[in-house]
């Protein structure tokens, strides 16, 4: 058999090449520092432009009511804030909720001082939340008190509501990962006869899959097999045939307007994590178009609200699925060869499975193609789902201070083991000094009832401290007075910015490593790789804090700081990532991406406090990089620094341990390298007279 790979005037990188060969060598290597460039700038410029300071913007509530006063509460709302609209009856604004055209209903009292508000946490807790903080206002200035109904609750196993957003997720992973490694291992592939069937066959099984761990696993998902198939089906095809249009059009570059489009703005626009109406916008219309988006909502239709409103975004998948296949045919027709694909006619002809892996036969490919990306989706769709999906406060640290304070803490013990974790301290400034230095989340301080806390420690375990502590005071015939120590800054209301500098930094380490074992085979050497990733870091760095402090306004500050660890997190991250890509290649990005960054977030208490996320993954948080990294971020916001010196100490530690290991990675090689020549220069026996 004839090998079908055109080599002709190909020079190996780092070979004496003149001229021309160089300059392209040259491009080639500032090439492979852009990508990652582009990649972690367009991320996490939009996420942190975006949710750093969101403020709701047009949300659209209801009055329940007729006639003048109803208008005047209406018109008592915010207006930038608001889109207030009045109904007739509470049955009309419970339909209008369940097709989720409003987040929130007031229906003033008829008779007495109570209010009503209802909501639709089905349709997205933190949308729901904002929604009830517009309407109060009005019911206060009316003297009013104020009862919650939610007419679309979650259900038990799902409290957070995170179904959606990582069934969704996974859906855009299982349509957007395989095709970049199929254009190296298996181009033929890419024909549309022979995609097509291939793509149904994989959309069933990786929906299944998906339905399979938030279902019977997990937990959160309960029953809808058959349309959670159908809806995962069309959304993995849509985004699958997308993505192969962008393939044939932009070759290897395919990865950057995929990314753009699934998550770069499908994430914000999707409104599965944080409402679009708190966002700019231009989101808000990208969520009626977008795959992503309609993937969530088309989800969050069939298993919280019985159907309804599924078909305008299954017609949006539809529209993506359509369009993309027609222009893959028509491309297919008329277009040229894919670019940057290999000159392959006979797909026997051994090829690498993996970018930078050896030349690997058809079968081994086809096995390689399949379970890479499943191996992505299912730690993706299960770590995270396992983590997030029902938060349950475990073992609050807290004190109390005061009076009789032995008394109250021995009570608290006794009434909620296992919810509090309860200590005493001498004085209040010994209490602030424990926040300060996060080893506490509240202070509950006696007679006056006043409970200290910090919202820059964690609004989500600021809120928990809050409802459990609130009726401890009411039972002591006291209002328990809220006061926070270290308040988020204008710039940061979600408390989100720590998460997203930590999880920038994580990033750039690990991606540099995996662009380089894919586009630079020739440098094998860790000395080799040591000035490029140093580099890396500290110009990544460097960038990083020009973006978020300079272009966008996020953070403020702290620039000596934020440079000086990040630099540090990055580069120790890229040298652990090398142990691993220069050994097993990038089939090893699986693993990294577990340690480094799926339990990171839950162990980092960036989103969801540590305290509500199961056991195990507290017990990581003094030893992975993330939670180190958004500790630090964090400290230096709003702490003055302190912790600092002991997640540099885990960085220091993950730094060393991977320069190490690199060290031995290059014994091994040329280890291998001498036995490899060894047997390529044994001569053979001679053959035998016959």
Same mark, same amino acid.
Do not use: C
């Given at each position: ?39 972690? @700038? ?143 291992? @298996? ?20 929906? @299944? ?88 909502? *088309? ?269 540090? @997190? ?71 620094? *302190? ?48």
């Amino acid at each position: 058999m004839e090998a079908a790979i055109d080599t002709s005037g190909a020079v190996a990188p780092g070979s004496d090449a003149p001229g021309a060969s160089r300059r392209e060598h040259l491009i080639r290597t500032v090439f492979l520092f852009v990508i990652p460039l582009l990649m972690v @700038t367009m991320m996490f410029a939009t996420y942190m432009a975006t949710m750093h300071s969101p403020h709701p913007r047009d949300m659209p509530v209801a009055v329940v009511g007729s006639g003048a006063p109803a208008q005047a509460i209406a018109d008592g709302l915010d207006p930038a804030a608001t889109d207030a609209r009045l109904v007739a009856t509470r049955d009309e604004a419970v339909e209008l909720l369940t097709d989720r055209e409003i987040t929130a209903a007031l229906i003033p009292p008829a008779g007495g001082q109570q209010a009503t508000v209802l909501t639709a946490m089905a349709a997205g807790a933190g949308q729901a939340g904002v929604a009830q903080q517009l309407l109060a206002p009005v019911a206060a200035a009316n003297g009013w008190s104020v009862a919650v109904e939610d007419v679309a609750p979650l259900p038990a196993g799902d409290m957070a509501g995170i179904a959606v957003l990582f069934a969704a997720m996974g859906m855009m992973l299982a349509g957007y990962v395989p095709l970049s490694m199929m254009l190296m291992a @298996t181009p033929h592939l890419l024909r549309l006869r022979r995609f097509l069937p291939l793509a149904a066959g994989w959309s069933a099984v990786t929906s @299944t899959v998906i339905w399979l761990i938030l279902g019977p696993l997990v937990g959160a998902v309960d029953g809808h097999y058959l349309t959670f198939l159908g809806v995962g089906m069309l959304a993995t095809g849509a985004v699958g045939l997308t993505q192969l249009l962008f393939t044939k059009v932009f070759g290897p570059l395919a990865i950057l307007p995929g990314m753009l489009l699934y998550v770069v703005f499908g994430m914000p626009a999707s409104g599965l994590a944080m409402s679009t109406h708190v966002m700019p916008g231009f989101f808000q219309v990208l969520h009626g178009v977008l795959p992503l988006p309609a993937a969530g909502e *088309a989800l969050r239709a069939i298993l919280y609200f019985d159907g309804r409103g599924l078909g305008g975004h299954l017609l949006v998948l539809a529209a993506w699925l359509a369009g993309a296949l027609l222009l893959s045919v028509l491309k297919e027709r008329g277009g040229p060869a894919i670019p940057g694909a290999p000159p392959v006619t006979d797909p026997d002809v051994p090829m690498p499975a993996l970018a930078g892996g050896p030349p690997r036969s058809k079968a081994f490919r086809y096995a390689t193609i399949a379970a890479f990306p499943g191996s992505i989706l299912v730690v993706v769709v299960g770590l995270m789902s396992f983590s997030m999906h029902q938060p349950q406060p475990r073992d609050i640290p807290v004190v109390v201070v005061g009076p009789q304070s032995e008394q109250v803490a021995a009570g608290l013990r006794t009434g909620l083991t296992g919810l509090l974790d309860v200590t005493v301290a001498g004085s209040v400034d010994e209490a602030l000094d424990r926040l300060h230095r996060q080893e506490i989340v509240a202070a509950y301080v006696l007679p006056t009832s006043t409970l200290y806390s910090s919202s820059g420690a964690g609004l989500s375990q600021q809120s928990m401290v809050r409802q459990i502590f609130q009726p401890i005071a009411a039972a002591q015939q006291t209002t328990l007075t809220m006061t926070d120590v270290a308040p988020l800054s204008a710039t940061d209301t979600g408390g989100s910015n720590s998460l997203y500098v930590g999880m920038s930094w994580i990033i750039s380490g690990f991606l540099i490593m995996s662009v380089l074992r894919g586009g630079a085979p020739h440098l094998r050497r860790f000395r080799q790789f040591l000035p490029h990733l140093a580099g890396w870091a500290i110009g990544m760095s460097a960038w990083l804090w020009f973006l978020f402090d300079v272009l966008i306004g996020a953070v403020d500050g702290h620039a000596l700081a934020l440079i000086g660890f990040g630099a540090a @997190t990055i580069f120790a991250v890229s040298v652990v990532t090398g142990v691993f890509t220069r050994t097993v290649g990038l089939a090893a990005v699986v693993p990294v991406m577990v340690v480094m960054m799926m339990a990171g977030v839950p162990a980092s208490g960036g989103g969801l406090s540590v305290y509500m996320v199961p056991e195990f993954f507290r017990a990581l948080q003094d030893v992975l990089p993330l939670p180190a990294a958004v500790d630090t971020a964090r400290s230096l916001f709003y702490f003055d620094g *302190a912790g600092v010196g002991r997640n540099l100490l885990t960085i220091t530690i993950w730094a060393l341990a991977g320069l190490l290991l690199n060290l031995g990675v290059d014994r091994w090689l040329r280890r291998r390298e001498k036995d490899t020549a060894a047997t390529d220069t044994v001569p053979s026996e001679p053959a035998m007279a016959h």
